[in-house]
């Protein structure tokens, strides 16, 4: 990719179109240039928004963390209750 730079630009242009023009041309490049890059600037993340965004994730890992472990006891307790009442069926039926 060559880079030019606003003098290089002006120069080049201006034997072709004239030197009006050429200025005009390349002030136009400058501003649109200059507009493209502060808008991609507002969208870049500062140190602070990804400090932000990694409490918020901390955050939110732990409330997970909490539920996987609440539903693990769940889970626990149900194969504990259905392995008492399957070996309370199985004895009855052996004693029967």
């Known amino acids: 990719m060559i880079r030019l730079s606003e003098i290089q630009l002006f120069q080049l242009l201006k034997p072709t179109i004239g030197e009006p023009q050429a200025e005009a041309i390349v002030n136009y490049v400058e501003v649109r240039f ?5 808008e991609l600037y507002k969208r870049l993340a500062s140190k602070e928004d990804l400090l932000k965004l990694e409490a918020k994730m901390e ?4 409330i997970i963390d909490t539920r996987i472990s609440e539903t693990k006891s769940d889970i626990l ?5 259905i ?7 199985i004895i009855g039926l052996y004693f029967k």
């Open 77 to 81: 307790r149900w194969v504990v209750s």
């Open 34 to 38: 200059k507009e493209n890059n502060e």
């Open 83 to 89: 392995f008492i009442v399957t070996m309370m069926a």
């Open 59 to 62: 955050n939110r890992m732990s």
